[in-house]
């Protein structure tokens, strides 16, 4: 017989099993710690990689495809500052090596008309008329078709130099000297020298080849730059391989996924952005540190070119990490996330209705589409995603396109998986039974209310 004492030992020890019970099921918190603690290292090691491999990758694909060199730097011998700027150059030194004291006693007296009429009215200055009419043939040159074609053929036949003046090794036509990229416009002032000659100008051909420099890029620390740029080049498209993969290995250690998942494309988005902050702060910096004898106009045409791709990279990729962050949050079960789902559901529901309505029928896609949806939805996110990896040199527009692409393939999956009500299921039919004073069932088929359903 149990007495109160039993009673309460009993109750005691029920209390003592179902506290052990309850502990034994509880994760270990000091596991977990430790988990989201590495989980957390791995992510911030991503995103502190995440700009050295956008930068890596630029790297090897200016310095290792000659074409996407070439591609970058064309654009530049049609832009206006290089063009004023190569024109200056050039007829600085042609002015170096004409003598004006000689220039109208050594021409013949039949070309004397020609010459006269071509400079013009000489006024008080012989020099600067001189200099002007240079200047004219000059700028006629570089922005001919000629200059476009010298242009790209010297960029493509020094690519080679171009690597080996930014990794240090080695010398070529575009050289580091005094810490400054330099780039020979010999062939450009060989092609002004002819159009002076047949204006009249013949004094011209007594100009011996004259080797001068155009600056490209100056810096006190290229030195540096040389270093880091040879390592990144080294590291190639491993460098940004290796992010993701930390990053995705410290999402996949996490204990909350999903959050993880949305912290690590956020981080990798900010890691980018403040990547672009900062080439558009060196751009001010570095254009700052010219010398007066640089065009800074040119410089800074120089630079928008060479980064381009680079800038169009971050822009990607801050694109991607919000995109993946906005879906990781969408998947999950807040309540916020929850409302937008129930209207996304909610639109597709009333306008499949819509269209039933109006008799519009999927047919045997319908059945189909419903039996396999998963694998469906599953299709179509990898479709996304291999057209992503496929795609040459995306960029931010493409990840966005892709995105909206892949929410329209799956709003049109969910479409046609939305079963439509069967005819004559879509309005109730009217029950005209009748319930018995007594409550007890009618032959309607309804139950009295004293009885359990």
């Known amino acids: 017989m149990n007495t109160p004492e039993s009673d309460r030992e009993l109750e005691s020890l029920r209390a003592r099993v179902a506290a052990l019970e309850e502990e034994a099921a509880r994760p270990p918190v000091r596991r977990h710690r430790l988990r989201s603690f590495f989980a957390a290292l791995l992510i911030v090691l991503g995103c502190v ?12 694909d200016e310095v290792g495809d000659t074409d996407r060199y070439v591609e970058t730097v064309a654009p530049l011998a049609s832009d206006p500052d290089v063009q004023a700027a190569v024109a200056n150059r050039v007829t600085g030194a042609v002015m170096e ?6 220039l109208l006693e ?3 007296p039949e070309q004397r008309p020609l010459l006269e009429k071509a400079l013009g009215r000489l006024g008080d200055s012989l020099e600067g008329a001189v200099r002007s009419f240079v200047h004219e043939k000059a700028e006629e040159v570089v922005s001919s078709d000629a200059f476009e074609t010298v242009w790209t053929d010297a960029n493509r036949a020094i690519h080679t130099s171009v690597v080996r003046a930014l990794t240090g090794s080695g010398e070529g036509a575009v050289q580091i ?3 400054t990229v330099t780039l020979d416009l010999a062939p450009v002032i060989e092609r002004v020298k002819t159009r002076l000659v047949d204006s009249g100008l013949t004094v011209a051909e007594k100009i011996p080849e004259v080797h001068t420099d155009f600056t490209i890029l100056k810096s006190d620390d290229i030195g540096k730059v040389k270093t880091g740029f040879r390592l990144l080049q080294l590291m190639g498209l491993w460098l940004p391989v290796i992010a993701v993969l930390l990053a995705a290995g410290g999402v996949l250690l996490s204990v909350h996924r999903r959050r993880s998942l949305i912290a690590a494309a956020l981080g990798f988005a900010g890691a980018a952005l403040i990547l672009g902050i900062g080439l558009t702060v060196f751009r001010t910096v570095y254009l700052n540190a ?4 640089v065009s800074q106009a040119a410089a800074g045409s120089v630079y928008d070119a060479l980064i381009r791709l680079l800038r169009t990279t971050v822009r990607m990729v801050v694109t991607l990490g919000v995109v993946l962050a906005v879906a990781a949050w969408l998947s999950g079960r807040g309540r916020s996330a929850t409302v937008v789902r129930q209207l996304w559901h909610s639109g597709i529901a009333a306008t499949r209705s819509t269209a039933d309505r109006f008799g519009m029928r999927t047919g045997p896609v319908g059945p189909f589409v419903r039996r396999h949806r998963a694998w469906i939805t599953w299709i179509l996110v990898a479709a996304a995603i291999l057209a992503y990896v496929l795609w040459s040199y995306p960029t931010g527009w493409v990840v966005l396109g892709l995105a909206l692409a892949l929410l329209f393939a799956l709003a049109v999956a969910e479409f046609l998986a939305d079963e439509p009500d069967e005819p004559g299921e879509t309005e109730k039919m009217p029950d005209h039974s009748t319930k018995s004073p007594g409550g007890t069932p009618t032959p309607g088929g309804t139950t009295s209310p004293d009885e359990t359903p």
């Open 49 to 60: 990689l995440a700009p050295l491999g956008i930068v890596a990758a630029w790297t090897a």
């Open 97 to 102: 090596h004409i003598d004006l004291t000689d």
């Open 106 to 108: 050594g021409v013949a």
């Open 177 to 179: 000297k005094n810490d």
């Open 290 to 293: 010219l010398p007066d004898t």
